[in-house]
């Protein structure tokens, strides 16, 4: 069972507009969201993250979204590059003051940034 | 800054091989994961641990163990390696103790079950 669905596998935007990566979650227990990027042969690096306190966090072209009542979070990048183009997952975590909290990714949309 | 390494870009097993993969990580973190990455399916977890010996199961841990015997070492192993093992495997690690759980991946490992 998916708890944390990305239904759109792929994107592509023009240089310069705006990218909206979407992300739709069934857990309502989840409290922390994240954003990770994805390059060909690298391994996800952490791109920013929003408390379930919170409704926007934004830092520098990347702004994300979390709306708790439909269950859904996006992610603006404005402008878009064409160095953003990668694969991104959405991810979400229970807070857990015992063990590890673990991570649920989504599945994953590709952004192809067009020149 | 934080690196974690995995020892492997590329494997290639046969089918019923026990296959390792390691993963050190350099920042004195707390937890240790492994993922497998698939086409559709996003990342999935297999394992984790959060203390030196201690590990618990992930999503899909069917087919795998671990180890860490060591703070920044931690192994997967594939006991009789399938072709449905066929994969990306990605470790990471974060440091713990916190309510915002960032983890830090290595560069991954593409294992390939003939």
């Known amino acids: 069972d998916q708890q944390v669905k990305q239904n759109s596998p792929s994107l592509s935007v023009q240089e310069g507009r705006i990218s909206i990566l979407n992300c739709d979650y069934t857990?309502?227990?989840?409290?922390?969201f994240l954003w990770y990027k994805k390059y060909p042969a690298e391994g996800p690096t952490f791109l920013i993250s929003?408390?379930?306190?919170?409704d926007k966090n934004e830092d520098g072209r990347f702004t994300v979204f979390l709306n708790k009542s439909a269950k859904h979070l996006s992610l603006h990048i404005v402008p878009s590059q064409p160095g953003d183009s990668a694969v991104y997952f959405c991810?979400?975590?229970?807070?857990?003051?015992?063990?590890?909290?673990?991570?649920?990714f989504g599945t994953g949309t590709r952004l192809q940034v067009t020149l | 800054d934080v690196k974690v390494t995995q020892s492997s870009r590329y494997l290639v097993k046969r089918t019923g091989e026990k296959v390792f993969l390691e993963c050190v990580q350099d920042?004195?973190?707390?937890?240790m994961f492994w993922y497998r990455q698939d086409p559709g399916l996003g990342l999935r977890l297999i394992y984790f641990?959060?203390?030196?010996?201690?590990?618990e199961k992930g999503d899909i841990p069917e087919g795998y163990s671990v180890s860490r015997e060591k703070k920044e070492r931690f192994s997967l192993i594939l006991e009789s390696a399938s072709t449905n093992q066929t994969s990306m495997y990605l470790c990471?690690?974060?440091?713990?103790?916190?309510?915002?759980?960032?983890?830090?991946f290595g560069s991954g490992t593409q294992l390939s079950v003939l």
């Open positions: 990471a690690s974060s440091f713990g103790g916190s309510t915002n759980e960032k983890l830090f």
């Open positions: 857990n309502s227990m989840f409290d922390y």
């Open positions: 929003i408390s379930s306190i919170k």
């Open positions: 991810a979400a975590h229970v807070t857990n003051t015992g063990t590890a909290s673990k991570l649920t």
């Open positions: 920042m004195d973190h707390e937890n």
């Open positions: 641990s959060y203390d030196v010996k201690m590990k």
